[in-house]
């Protein structure tokens, strides 16, 4: 046994990993893709804040004449693609995707999924100027949904709001 392995031999020994050279790189990936807790915050701000300025820059497209409504569908749903996209930064990526597909915001996640496609649609090649800001009132109000389902008893506490509204 050379020298090699023998300390390859040790590093299995106080580590309880192989040590072997081609199963290196997982540990150096996970290295290098964990974020501390104030990257992920900085990361988190400013991907939402861009997220937001992309919404509202929208906005004030869609009273544009011509390709105005077009802008504003592009924009309003690159904002709320990377308002959602920046949760990542606070959970992770893969456990982002978990909890956005679990039971209690599946038909959230799957409304907000779609009116974001069909606002793009309506907007790029159906050019239905009413549809796609239909399709964006949708988009909205599901984003406000899925948020609400991170707070606890949040959506309770709506539906009970208008429950009591509606008698």
């Keep these: 046994m050379n020298i090699s392995e023998k300390i390859n031999n040790i590093k299995k020994t106080i580590t309880g990993q192989p040590a072997d050279d081609e199963n290196q790189i997982v540990p150096e990936i996970v290295d290098v893709t964990t974020l501390s807790w104030s990257t992920r915050l900085k990361g988190f701000?400013?991907?939402?804040?861009?997220?937001?300025?992309?919404?509202i820059l929208g906005s004030c497209f869609l009273f544009l004449p011509g390709a105005g409504l077009t802008l504003f569908a592009i924009l309003y749903t690159l904002g709320n693609v990377t308002a959602l996209i920046s949760t990542c930064f606070l959970m992770g990526p893969c456990n982002q995707l978990k909890r956005m597909f679990a039971p209690t915001r599946l038909i959230?996640?799957?409304?907000?999924?779609?009116?974001?496609?069909?606002?793009?649609?309506a907007a790029l090649w159906w050019k239905l100027s009413a549809v796609a800001i239909l399709f964006c009132i949708i988009q909205f109000l599901a984003m406000t949904w899925y948020g609400l389902s991170y707070i606890p008893?949040?959506?309770?506490?709506?539906?009970?709001?208008?429950?009591s509204c509606m008698s």
Excluded at 108 to 121: E, G, K, N
């Design 108 to 121: 959230a996640t799957i409304i907000v999924v779609i009116s974001l496609a069909l606002t793009l649609c």
């Design 153 to 163: 008893f949040a959506r309770d506490a709506v539906m009970k709001c208008f429950e």
């Design 45 to 55: 701000i400013i991907c939402f804040s861009i997220g937001v300025l992309c919404s």
